[in-house]
């Protein structure tokens, strides 16, 4: 067997950390208990290791975009409940059944469509409470035929809940409050990551994270709640000094003021490393910052190393997590935190890391248990 060829690029998932998220979310969100979002393969960190963490520390709900994502995580956990957020079309009903995945149900059309096709599995139902961008609209929820309907989870999505005090987030929680009451669901659901922190009163059964298990803190009741879980690093490919006048990069975006140390990393916008980061983001090179100069190229980027002339070709450079939080990273970029993270690509040698074995909430720690390191590189 040959081995595949090394990856410049690294990304490291740190389970521990997800572990340790997912039991604050859970905390936060008690007594109402606490599913996944795992959609675009948990925020672009992979599925299979997130998700068995996941399920390890208690999680039952999981919450996909589409089918093909509840069939790949149906592989990885036969019990789960999968949730399928995108419906459920014409034509899709079979493979919803094969894989014992629930659609939400997002129009009165598609609530026919699963009654007609029996109706006595289990499928949940999206309220718009005021996104306007998937679910049943509040004029339509009272000509609803639920006859025979199996309706596990009532859910809304807030919009806003990441600009605290913002009016829309208490607006939607009182209509779902309303339009759901009536409803013969077994749960009702509401809030995403920020919407645990922002309307820790409109919880109702179950809260469904997605981005602050990965380490994303969107609302300022997060910070100091939550692990960074991924980290990204790329190699040095090459060192030198210019003199002062020269240009970095595409467009000779950026000059140097003085003579400059430079070290070109093998990433760039083909990597999830877009434009937004020229001549402003920053890399950490054997513990220090570095500024990006220049335009990021689709497979390049250049970092000013004047601070630190001894990096060498080979070396790694942090591009986040480690030095580097995910919102000051998004910050610099003009993107989000979600953006971020999901652009992370597939050149990345993903590395999972745990050393400590999953702990349900309810058992209690074992203090005697040998600690390992799983590295799993896909
Ligand atoms: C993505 C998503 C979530 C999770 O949102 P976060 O902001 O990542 O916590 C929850 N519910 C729905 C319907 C979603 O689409």
Redesign the pocket.
């Known amino acids: 067997m040959t081995m595949p060829p090394a990856s410049r690029l690294r990304l490291s998932v740190d389970l521990d950390a997800l572990g340790s998220n997912y039991r604050a979310l859970a905390r936060l969100a008690g007594p109402a208990a606490c599913a996944a979002?795992v959609?675009a393969e948990c925020y672009g960190l992979g599925l299979e290791q997130p998700a068995r963490r996941l399920w390890a520390e208690g999680c039952r709900d999981f919450?996909v975009a589409t089918l093909p994502e509840a069939a790949q995580l149906r592989a990885l956990l036969p019990e789960a409940r999968i949730h399928v957020?995108n419906g459920v079309l014409e034509g899709e009903v079979a493979a919803f059944r094969a894989l014992s995945a629930q659609p939400v149900l997002n129009t009165p059309e598609q609530v026919a469509l699963w009654r007609q096709a029996g109706g006595e599995r289990p499928a949940d139902l999206m309220l718009d409470t005021g996104m306007n961008r998937l679910g049943v609209r509040p004029e339509e929820v009272a000509g609803l035929d639920l006859s025979g309907l199996n309706l596990d989870i009532a859910?809304s999505?807030f919009a806003c809940a990441d600009e605290p005090g913002h009016p829309l987030t208490r607006r939607q929680a009182d209509r779902f409050a309303a339009l759901s009451a009536g409803l013969p669901a077994r749960r009702r659901s509401l809030a995403?990551?920020?919407g645990i922190v922002e309307a820790p009163a409109a919880l109702f059964d179950l809260a469904?994270?997605?981005?602050?298990l990965y380490g994303g803190v969107?609302h300022p009741a997060l910070e100091g709640v939550l692990r960074p879980v991924a980290k990204a690093e790329a190699q040095v490919i090459q060192v030198k000094t210019v003199p002062a006048g020269e240009t970095v990069g595409y467009n000779a975006t950026w000059a140097a003021a003085a003579p400059t140390r430079l070290a070109t990393l093998a990433i760039g916008y083909a990597d999830g490393y877009l434009r937004g980061f020229s001549s402003r983001g920053q890399v950490v090179v054997r513990g220090v910052r570095c500024p990006v100069v220049g335009r990021v190229s689709m497979d390049l980027v250049t970092a000013d190393i004047s601070a630190v002339p001894a990096v060498q070709p080979g070396d790694w450079a942090t591009l986040l997590g480690d030095g580097i939080p995910l919102a000051e990273a998004a910050l610099w970029s003009g993107l989000s935190q979600?953006e971020l993270l999901t652009l992370l690509g597939h050149r990345y040698e993903r590395h999972y890391c745990a050393e400590r074995p999953a702990v349900r909430e309810t058992e209690a720690p074992h203090p005697e248990a040998p600690e390992h390191e799983a590295r799993v590189t896909l």
Do not use: D, E, T, W
């Not at 469904?208 to 602050?212: F, H, K, L, V, W």
């Open positions: 979002a959609k919450f957020l859910l999505h995403n990551s920020a469904r994270p997605g981005i602050a969107v979600y």
